[in-house]
């Protein structure tokens, strides 16, 4: 059965984990926050696969592909320059 519990975000953006919902948690574990809609899910990272950090960052370079578009900053290549140009990178 899920536990819910009421916390706050304090002025410096830190959030408290109720003290029964810190079970197997120690000082230093590393969390990972997922932004879902207007929801925050919570995971230890120790939980994901060795190829989390590999995603994390081909998401973070997607969203940056993304912004340079939509702000008209990239180049425009063809078919025939796609592979030659995709080396310079």
């Not at 197997?24 to 060795?50: C, H, R, T, W, Y």
């Not at 912004?67 to 990239?74: L, M």
């Amino acid at each position: 059965m899920a536990k819910i519990d009421i916390t706050k975000l304090s002025s410096k953006g830190q959030v408290v984990i109720p003290a029964d919902m810190r079970g197997n948690l120690k000082e230093g574990d590393k969390l990972v926050i997922i932004e879902a809609g207007d929801q925050l899910i919570l995971k230890k990272a120790s939980k994901f696969d060795e190829n989390l950090k590999e995603d994390l960052e081909f998401a973070r370079r997607t969203e940056e592909a993304y912004k340079r578009i939509e702000s008209g900053d990239y180049i425009s290549v063809d078919s025939d320059n796609l592979f030659e140009e995709m080396e310079k990178w």
